[in-house]
């Protein structure tokens, strides 16, 4: 069996070879069923894609990501909130990817809130009452801080600063999407070129120098304006802002749950743990738990054939 998660901008699938991501945005309508027929078997599905916006309604979204999925996997089987396997297109199936890692992760991890770090959100999962996460939208989910809607590679910068101090001066951000995420972390050392996966916004060269150009428009500048110092003061502000967001959804679903550790995943597993005192599911699970919910959906849908 191969675990498939569809999300807007990238395609995870895990099968017996490893973990195999595809940068995918369905909103530039990315070749999804071309994609998929590289892979054979049974297949269970989870998603978050239905939300992008070239389609006017999630079930419509939905409706569309069955449908390619079946045209090259007649048999699959989708997951949903309801943690149930369906067949057919129904409301259910929204956004369940996350849940579907707390499904598998929950009796080995019962004392833990699972931080899940993408390249575009992070999900804050406390694992130690599954029945009280079941149904929960992702707009449900903003509202309890268990989805924090910023990630490693293509959050704009302006979503999260509103103004950087430059040498000590006040500076307003631009709201232009001229940088991003991956062009802080990159000049930060977090990630490596190979990592940032997505285009970058001047669709220009995936190098320090290039972050560093980025990062300088931010403050409506060039490079040689404000120097490297400053466009490193940028992405230094952007990280503590990010940094803070998500540490303190963290610590208040460790409040509310009662939960002790902290277990991270995704491409800011490493980084978080350290941030956060943590432990490392790819140190766990390997290399699988960069594309969570696509192993976890497998997992669990095997559970349940063995269980039939």
């Known amino acids: 069996m191969i675990g498939i998660d569809v999300g807007g901008a990238n395609l995870k699938v895990v099968d017996d070879d490893g973990v195999h991501i595809h940068y995918c945005p369905l909103w530039q309508g990315a070749p999804l069923r071309e994609l998929l027929k590289e892979y054979e ?12 916006d070239c389609f006017p309604s ?4 939905i409706r569309w990501i069955v449908g390619a999925v079946q045209s090259t996997v007649p048999s699959a089987i989708f997951y949903g909130t ?8 129904v409301p259910n199936l929204a956004a369940a990817n996350w849940l579907a890692s707390a499904d ?3 009796e080995e ?3 833990a809130v699972l931080l899940d770090v993408g390249s575009t959100t992070a999900d804050i999962i406390p694992l130690n009452d ?3 996460l079941k149904g929960l939208t992702d707009t449900m989910r903003l509202q309890k801080q268990y989805l924090v809607y910023t990630g490693m590679l293509r959050t704009n910068i302006a979503t999260i600063l509103s103004t950087v101090t430059l040498d000590g001066t006040a500076t307003p951000v631009s709201t232009e999407y001229f940088a991003s995420s991956a062009d802080a972390h990159l000049v930060l050392g977090h990630i490596t070129p190979e990592e940032y996966t997505c285009p970058t916004p001047d669709n220009g060269a995936k190098t320090t120098e290039g972050a560093l150009r980025r990062l300088a ?3 409506c500048a060039d490079l040689d304006e404000i120097g490297e110092s400053g466009a490193i003061q940028v992405a230094r502000q952007f990280w503590e802002a990010q940094r803070t ?3 303190r959804a963290v610590g208040r679903a460790l409040f509310k749950s009662g939960a002790e550790q902290v277990i991270t995943a995704g491409i800011g597993a490493d980084l978080f743990a350290r941030e956060l005192g943590g432990i490392t599911l790819n140190g766990e699970i390997g290399e699988v738990a960069d594309a969570l919910p696509a192993y976890a959906v497998r997992e669990v849908a095997s559970r349940h054939r063995a269980g039939d």
């Open 82 to 89: 309801d943690a149930a396997f369906h067949t057919q297109p």
């Open 245 to 247: 967001l998500i540490a």
């Open 58 to 61: 999630k079930i419509e979204g």
């Open 130 to 132: 599954f029945e009280s």
């Open 109 to 111: 991890y019962p004392d």
């Open 217 to 219: 428009r931010v403050v």
């Open 41 to 52: 078997g049974p297949a269970a599905v989870v998603m978050s894609g239905e939300l992008a």
């Open 104 to 106: 598998y992760l929950r």
